[in-house]
């Protein structure tokens, strides 16, 4: 494994990380988790994310149970706030009571001392930025975070935080999860240089497009029984995806992968990671050898001619915006 700082943090974060979007939260998938988690360890991933959002406080709760066994130290572990955890106008947001109150209901459910890397999970319209931005620095401050970082915030919405931070002398942001793969690209026009010039670094999640970059999915063919797709309680986000003009880049991918004679989940993996400007790719997985296989990823350098062949591959689909 190799790691990266988090922006311009000391905090050191394996390349390949670990998330818990839909992938734990019930009973039945616990097992799953701790088994995961046991080879992410064992592959040298140390940072792991969740979000009280996921499965209302489940994946938090999962999460937190597979990691009990593991010295404290020895991994980062990310959660979130901002989507509605109850039915009351204070139960959402990004206000001092939300951001406080969850921030303990969440390390209650992880059964931790405190939180690593703690995102909004997306900016909020209706709260003052400089509420948001003193509230997590008086979390930081009671040692409950150790950095606080945004999700899905464009350019202005972070220059906004870094002015503000600046002028009261408030501990900076370190970090922006937004999402970031070879079909979704607006990062790079502003988001990058904005948060390099910050000093923020991209935790990216679905890197391999909901994975539809990990080539289960084929042209001409029908969708496989047991993949992401075929469950309607989260195909909404993969539909976009399933089109033919899609499926063929793909399948033209595949082959610059079989050049390269690695997968084309590790070809998406290495493209997302040549950005400097990225911190770490998040990966979900259901199985220990996915993220056995995955990881594999940061040990794969694509040359110019092969980014070059697929920057043409890409611009069959340069004008395309999946539906999120």
């Excluded at 499965?55 to 901002?82: C, D, F, Q, T």
Aim: hydrophobic share 40%; proline share 4%; aromatic share 8%.
């Amino acid at each position: 494994m190799k790691y990266r700082n988090v922006g311009r943090s000391g905090l050191k974060v394996s390349e390949i990380s670990l998330g818990s979007w839909l992938t734990y939260g019930t009973a039945a998938e616990q097992k799953a988790a701790d088994a995961c988690i046991a080879k992410a360890f064992e592959s040298g991933i140390n940072f792991f994310d969740t979000a009280n959002a996921y499965n209302r406080g489940e994946g938090e709760k999962a999460m937190g149970a597979a990691l009990k066994p593991y010295e404290r130290s020895s991994y980062v572990l990310s959660s979130k706030v901002y989507f509605p955890m109850g039915e009351g106008p204070n139960d959402r947001g990004l206000s001092r009571k939300h951001i406080f109150e969850q921030c303990d209901a969440s390390l209650k459910r992880l059964g931790v001392e405190y939180i690593d890397l703690y995102f909004c999970h997306r900016y909020d319209i209706h709260t003052p930025l400089e509420e948001t931005l003193r509230a997590l620095d008086d979390l930081v401050a009671q040692g409950k975070i150790m950095y606080a970082a945004v999700s899905e915030w464009n350019g202005a919405q972070i220059t906004e935080a870094a002015g503000i931070a600046e002028r009261l002398r408030l501990r900076p942001l370190i970090s922006n999860q937004p999402i970031y793969n070879m079909f979704e690209r607006y990062i790079e026009r502003e988001v990058l240089p904005v948060s390099a010039q910050k000093g923020l670094g991209q935790v990216v999640f679905s890197p391999l497009a909901q994975g539809i970059l990990t080539g289960k999915y084929k042209l001409g063919q029908p969708i496989p029984t047991e993949s992401r797709a075929a469950n309607d309680s989260v195909n909404s986000f993969i539909n976009s995806y399933l089109n033919d003009q899609v499926l063929q880049v793909v399948h033209d991918l595949e082959q610059v992968a079989q050049q390269l004679n690695i997968s084309l989940a590790q070809l998406a993996l290495a493209w997302v990671l040549r950005q400097p400007g990225v911190s770490s790719a998040l990966i979900g997985a259901t199985r220990p050898e996915q993220i056995e296989e995955n990881v594999k990823a940061v040990d794969v350098e694509l040359g110019p001619e092969t980014l070059e062949q697929i920057e043409v591959i890409l611009k069959q689909v340069a004008n395309f915006s999946p539906a999120r």
